[in-house]
């Protein structure tokens, strides 16, 4: 079974652009999070999308935003790019057959965005 | 909010010798808690998860236990090997994931 993907790998933007990444999760499962790991902060949450819902949504500006579609594949949009925004961005997916929090969480390799 | 602490944040030892990784976390109202491994520039591999009921999981070399009335959690390694060198990230689940900072692991050949 293949993993969880995403798209693409490394992405330089300059200040002002945005970005949209893509995560395909696991065939079946239902819930995908997304991540932002950066050396200062560590991995902080940014949403969780559920069946095509916003289900949670972490500590970041309106900036950042997200989309989950009809076969589970995920979209993050950030706009107007900081020079702070430069991070991985990590894509987990999770089966969550017996509700929520209830599965392990699978990560995908990660989107390497640098803001100049 | 959930506060997750590792404690050491670096760890150099033998080939092997066991590795003994703590973490603890403000908040005991969680429903699992998982490990990870994480190696430079890469994604997070999943090691283990421990439900919120159970007290600890073993997968091979590795065992987890869970404490969640005291709020910790400690991954054992036994008998480490040069592929055990990588950072180990502890997650406590309360409808998100919040981790710690992470254990940086060295084993010499």
């Known amino acids: 079974k293949a993993g969880v993907t995403q798209t693409p790998r490394y992405l330089i933007k300059t200040r002002g652009q945005q970005v949209t990444l893509s995560c395909s999760p696991i065939?079946?499962?239902?819930?995908v999070s997304w991540y932002q790991q950066t050396p200062g902060q560590g991995l902080q949450f940014l949403f969780e999308?559920?069946?095509?819902?916003?289900?949670n949504k972490g500590n970041f500006p309106g900036r950042f935003s997200g989309r989950q579609f009809s076969n589970s594949r995920s979209e993050m949009n950030v706009s107007t790019l900081e020079l702070g925004d430069s991070a991985l961005y990590l894509c987990?997916?999770?089966?969550?057959?017996?509700?929520?929090?209830?599965?392990?969480?699978?990560f995908g390799p990660g989107t390497r965005l640098t803001v100049l | 909010k959930q506060e997750v602490t590792q404690i050491p944040a670096a760890l150099s030892v033998p080939e092997g010798e066991n590795l003994v990784l703590n973490c603890s976390f403000t908040?005991?109202?969680?429903?699992?808690l998982q490990w990870f491994r994480q190696d430079p520039g890469k994604g997070l591999t999943s090691l283990l998860l421990?439900?919120?009921?159970?007290r600890e999981q073993t997968s091979g070399r590795l065992n987890a236990s869970l404490d969640k009335s005291s709020g910790r959690s400690t991954l054992y390694i036994a008998a480490s090997q040069p592929g055990d060198s990588a950072t180990y990230l502890c997650?406590?689940?309360?409808?998100?994931?919040?981790f710690g900072a992470g254990t940086t692991v060295t084993v010499r050949a």
């Open positions: 987990a997916s999770s089966l969550e057959l017996s509700g929520p929090s209830t599965d392990t969480q699978y």
């Open positions: 065939s079946g499962h239902r819930s």
């Open positions: 999308y559920f069946s095509e819902t916003q289900r």
């Open positions: 908040d005991s109202a969680i429903y699992n």
């Open positions: 421990i439900q919120s009921s159970q």
């Open positions: 997650a406590v689940d309360d409808y998100k994931l919040s």
